[in-house]
């Protein structure tokens, strides 16, 4: 057995709405080990951004809580870093800059120049992007761009990974090489992810267990389903391998089958400057 390690308890989430309170998360719940890789996937709106918010801190929950090593969460911190699926990054730095100001923040008292500057080739060299270390963002590609936010968010050595449609922007051909540079990395380093998809593919390739959120209001888990494929994986042998597509079956039969495709509505929102509200 291993040890817990990040602990969502029993979280809710009303959000205040010009309508009144809209309950988004209804007690969910989940334990994740130390280095295990969880996708969280379900209908556009059903609440996995939410949940991710939790976790990074972002969000205060209405009701339950998470515990990352023992300690409890009730704010951002380097030991959960975040990667969204707009890169991100500051335009006027370049990715060697971007990084450098997370790792800057984390150990700037901690490590010497010198040592900053090999950590953040290195995290650059970890996503393959030393060749474009000293690029702004408007001179590299959208892949390119999403790897030096993965770099960044490395570099941070967070305990957990949060990533939030990280590759939900790209074109299939960068999506493959991120999810399988994301692998490279998690084998390598074995970092605690929490990824939000929407691609059942990428959820059973890249996962331990896949978690499927039940359509909202009041959105919950489920499903649990754990992924037992060996690692490393190889998603040409396992197109047409008969337990993957168990398992990308499982996941497909939950979201089209046991909950409908949502009518795309958005809730209003209470904005500070009022100018989302519609
Ligand atoms: N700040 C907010 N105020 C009001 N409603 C919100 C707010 N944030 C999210 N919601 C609502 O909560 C639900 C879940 O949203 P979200 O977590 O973004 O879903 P997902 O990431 O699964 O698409 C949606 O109905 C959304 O409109
Ligand atoms: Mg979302």
């Not at 205060?60 to 023992?70: K, P, R």
């Not at 509505?265 to 904005?271: A, G, Y």
Request: proline share 4%; aromatic share 4%.
């Amino acid at each position: 057995m291993k040890k817990e390690h990040l602990n969502i308890s029993q979280v809710s989430m009303a959000f205040p709405t010009p309508t009144g309170s809209f309950l988004a998360l209804d007690k969910v719940s989940l334990i994740i080990e130390e280095g295990e890789f969880v996708s969280l996937i379900g209908h556009s709106g059903c609440g996995k951004s939410t949940v991710l918010n939790v976790v990074a801190g972002l969000h205060q929950a209405t009701e339950g809580g998470v515990v990352l090593d023992g300690k409890e969460v009730n704010e951002p911190g380097p030991d959960r870093a975040v990667v969204f699926q707009n890169h991100s990054l500051l335009p006027w730095l370049t990715a060697y800059q971007n990084v450098e100001l997370a790792v800057k923040q984390v150990f700037g008292k901690t490590k010497s120049h010198s040592e900053m500057k090999d950590w953040i080739e290195h995290n650059l060299e970890l996503v393959h992007m030393e060749h474009a270390m000293h690029k702004r963002p408007d001179e590299i590609s959208g892949g390119m761009k999403q790897r030096v936010g993965i770099a960044r968010a490395l570099a941070m050595q967070p305990k957990v990974l949060l990533m939030d449609e990280p590759f939900g922007a790209l074109d299939a051909l960068t999506r493959a090489h991120m999810q399988e540079s994301l692998m490279e990395i998690q084998n390598e380093l074995n970092n605690t992810v929490i990824m939000i998809t929407h691609d059942v593919d990428e959820a059973v390739l890249l996962s331990d267990r896949i978690v499927m959120m039940t359509n909202g209001p009041a959105a919950t888990i489920g499903e649990i389903l754990k992924v037992e494929l060996e690692r490393p994986r190889n998603r040409v042998q396992l197109a047409d391998d008969t337990e993957y597509n168990r398992y990308r079956q499982r996941v497909l039969s939950f979201l089209y089958e046991r909950q409908h495709v949502p009518v795309e509505k958005e809730t209003p929102r209470l904005s500070v400057a009022g100018a989302e509200a519609a």
